[in-house]
């Protein structure tokens, strides 16, 4: 999500220790008794919804879920459902179409950055009026954490269940470490790397020891959800609450010592020799450069279960290096939310629906897994896997995309990860550095042009300084520089009145 513009005024983010979800047989229990009291109060008359939901692919059966999702709605909400999963490409293309001609969209969901956009444009509808529809989600994640998907009063989406804090970490392969004599336990700061570095190098001169993409340096990729400060609804650098948000005064991040320390550091590395000399300029990722056999380490985001993910997609043993502290800042929590399309002909029932699709294992299982007993079956540890004689290749419908599905907290969890990894989330969260500014992000619409202008610096600049490609000491004068002739200071004296105002009421 690196390069993403967060728009928004929020206010009042939270979090809560509820669980994130009911067994499969009391969600099935619950959404029978909302039911009948929906028949009840409306008659029989069956509403028809749609959702749009991202999946990684297109699938051969999706026939299949699309009938049994069916089955449950109509049983037990008296609903008809029409799902239109979009892969990211045509998500990002069809759906503001889709929004601006009125066309029903009971639900769907979106970055934070699109919310002022869709709420200017009438695209949405508030939620407020219809959160009594949703009795499990406001109980769930709590009024605050459904505030932080706000812009003044107006509640313009509910926020997935997912990871909230994923810090700046380093992937290094087990077996070089190893093979070099250093305790994989041992490396936990930067110096530490460096010192890997040299060792590994001596065994392996003509391994990269650290690749990626341009991009994928710490301090090329110092926003997303937390790394080493708050950046206030934007995932670049300009306008930012330091020391993992504990100032009240917004900076230039591209100015401070620790940008500094990081290129100083990138600029050691490349040097000598231990940078792709071409990471400046590449677009492969460090899993496929791994994978290929000649990369000894990449920068990525951690949470609990990176390791795993890591190891399936490199093929390596990796150990995973964590940068940054966890940090909780207002983009963790509404960085993607699922909204009520202001052509919805019911929003009520599209609430509903969103409410049971949150409280219903089965339904999360169904968008993501596909068909219990044809897709995946459930193994003796309780997660998920592929049924015997299917293969990730041969299987149906396997998207693997639960951070984008309304509660992946209440679905199984894929076989190859700990069958508690979504508490494990949890615990992380609630240990997490909180920002002076949660619960807040200025309202960047007043600064739309000098956000493109230094969004284009920052693009110009940033790769071939943070790979340690170029001399630190100008280029980043001449960064900064070029950073305020498009309007940075703007941004951030935007950013800190806005800031001070929302300070004085709380």
């Not at 004599?181 to 003509?206: F, M, N, Q, R, W």
């Not at 000894?296 to 609990?304: E, L």
């Not at 004068?477 to 703007?490: I, K, R, T, V, W």
């Amino acid at each position: 999500m690196t390069g993403l513009l967060v728009l928004g005024m929020l206010s009042g983010c939270g979090s809560t220790n509820k669980t994130f979800g009911e067994s499969a047989e009391e969600a099935a229990q619950t959404g029978k008794e909302t039911a009948e009291n929906n028949n009840a109060a409306d008659g029989d008359e069956m509403y028809h919804a749609v959702l749009v939901y991202v999946v990684a692919q297109d699938s051969q059966d999706q026939e299949k879920v699309n009938a049994r999702f069916n089955e449950l709605t109509k049983e037990q909400l008296n609903m008809e459902v029409t799902l239109m999963p979009m892969t990211f490409s045509t998500w990002g293309s069809q759906l503001p179409l889709m929004l601006a001609g009125g066309e029903q969209v009971d639900l769907f969901p979106m970055f934070s950055n699109n919310a002022s956009t869709y709420v200017a444009s009438d695209y949405l509808v508030d939620l407020s009026p219809y959160l009594e529809h949703a009795p499990y989600i406001v109980d769930l994640l709590g009024m605050d954490s459904i505030s932080c998907c706000s812009i003044g009063d107006f509640i313009y989406g509910i926020p997935t269940m997912k990871e909230r804090s994923m810090p700046n970490a380093m992937v290094m392969r087990t077996d070089c470490l190893e093979a070099a004599g250093i305790d994989p336990a041992s490396v936990k700061t930067y110096e530490d790397i460096t010192a890997a570095y040299e060792k590994v190098h001596a065994l392996y001169p003509d391994m990269i020891m650290f690749g990626g993409s341009g991009s994928g340096t710490s301090a090329a990729t110092p926003g997303g959800q937390s790394v080493s400060f708050d950046g206030l609804g934007q995932v670049v650098g300009t306008g930012v609450l330091e020391d993992y948000g504990q100032t009240t005064t917004v900076t230039n991040f591209y100015e401070s010592d620790y940008f500094k320390y990081l290129v100083d550091t990138a600029r050691d590395w490349y040097q000598k020799g231990y940078v792709a000399k071409d990471m400046a300029t590449s677009i492969d990722g460090g899993e496929a450069q791994m994978r290929a056999g000649n990369l000894f380490s990449y920068m990525t985001n951690c949470k609990p279960n990176t390791k795993q993910e890591k190891d399936d997609q490199t093929g390596y043993d990796t150990t995973i290096v964590q940068i940054d502290k966890n940090v909780m800042t207002t983009g963790g929590i509404n960085a993607i939310s699922y909204g009520i399309g202001a052509g919805s002909p019911n929003p009520e029932k599209a609430m509903e629906l969103l409410n049971w699709i949150s409280q219903t294992k089965e339904a999360n299982d169904l968008l993501n897994w596909g068909v219990e007993g044809i897709h995946w079956v459930e193994t003796e540890d309780g997660t998920a896997d592929y049924p015997e004689g299917v293969t990730s290749e041969s299987c149906g419908y396997h998207q693997n995309m639960g951070y984008i599905l309304p509660n992946q907290f209440n679905s199984h969890v894929w076989v190859g990860n700990e069958a508690d990894i979504f508490e494990q989330y949890q615990e992380v969260d609630g240990k997490a550095v909180v920002s002076k500014a949660y619960g807040f992000t200025p309202d960047l619409t007043v600064v739309t042009d000098q956000i493109a202008a230094v969004t284009d610096v920052i693009s110009q600049y940033i790769g071939q300084i943070t790979t340690g490609s170029v001399d630190p000491e100008p280029a980043i004068e001449d960064f900064n520089q070029a950073l305020y002739n498009a309007g940075l200071q703007d941004i951030i004296d935007a950013k800190q009145e806005q800031l001070d105002a929302w300070l004085a009421q709380q």
